[in-house]
């Protein structure tokens, strides 16, 4: 029943004004406590430890529907631009979702992908223990980047005189994994990163309005690396926000390429990447 009225509240969620969240989340909350606590035609209390409760679908609903229905917090993108994701993640869920970044939309997020595997990654080690405190039950990594956006017009020109980054340096997540020779491609991420093919990427971290800042450039040249290298079935959703903003927009074209652009609203762009059969091309796009 839980899991029922949980996929209920998600069908309404887009339709519905932001008001109706608090009701669906009162709804679902009540559904799991009900389904949970009423066992052998008798009441049973249970607390579950935090790792069992983000397994389950209908709790990972709850938990981000309580939590958006009692705080003033909103997420960083218009509902617009989340609902192209928004979209994307309904057609494909459960799916395996990496996001580059926290923040106020990360239990969004999650729960959208509710069932599937969603990861994070985080830059600001502060930033990311405020997160996790207040979400324990996310699923995040803190990682590091070995660019500044300083660099990005370097990085951009030279990036094919080294072998290395070329579509046939690093295919594949894995071939990142190997790749220290490429600046742009993210070596040293968690194995879990490498060792899965992601159905669908989000591109909103890291941090890219200064010169000291690690910049998104890693992190699109790697998400189109592992898109062009997906061994699975279907191609791969990416969304890059911030396209407004010259190095994004720049990169985007370079590695996500305008011929697999098939939306956009407001300051993010979705694409949608199909495996490379040419690996040895000098270009992305």
């Not at 003033?72 to 309904?90: G, H, I, K």
């Not at 690093?170 to 491609?185: D, E, H, I, S, T």
């Not at 992601?198 to 189109?224: H, N, T």
């Amino acid at each position: 029943m839980g899991r029922r009225l949980a996929n209920e509240a998600i069908r309404m969620l887009p339709e519905r004004p932001l008001l109706a969240v608090a009701a669906a989340a009162a709804l679902v909350a009540g559904a799991f406590l009900v389904s949970s606590f009423l066992v052998d035609n008798g009441l049973r209390y249970s607390l579950s430890p935090a790792s069992d409760r983000i397994s389950d679908p209908t709790s990972q609903m709850a938990e981000a529907l309580l939590y958006y229905a009692t705080t003033t917090e909103v997420p960083q993108q218009s509902r617009e631009e989340v609902r192209l994701s928004f979209d994307v993640l309904r057609r494909r869920s459960p799916c395996n979702f990496l996001v580059f970044g926290l923040g106020r939309d990360s239990q969004m997020w999650a729960a959208f992908n509710a069932g599937g595997t969603t990861i994070f990654l985080e830059e600001d080690p502060v930033w990311y223990s405020m997160v996790l405190k207040a979400s324990p039950w996310l699923r995040a990594h803190h990682v590091k980047y070995r660019t500044h956006l300083s660099e990005s017009d370097e990085l951009l020109r030279n990036y094919r005189q080294e072998a290395a980054c070329r579509p046939g340096g690093a295919v594949g997540a894995k071939g990142l994994q190997r790749n220290g020779r490429c600046r742009l491609a993210l070596v040293g991420l968690p194995t879990e990163i490498y060792d899965r093919e992601w159905d669908v990427l989000m591109i909103d971290a890291p941090k890219g309005y200064f010169p000291e800042a690690p910049g998104r450039m890693g992190a699109i040249y790697s998400a189109a690396v592992m898109a062009r290298g997906r061994r699975g079935e279907g191609e791969t959703d990416v969304f890059l926000h911030d396209v407004d903003r010259p190095v994004e927009k720049a990169y985007a074209k370079e590695f996500l390429c305008e011929k697999y652009r098939v939306a956009g609203t407001g300051r993010i762009w979705h694409f949608r990447i199909p495996p490379a059969n040419n690996t040895n091309a000098d270009t992305f796009c």
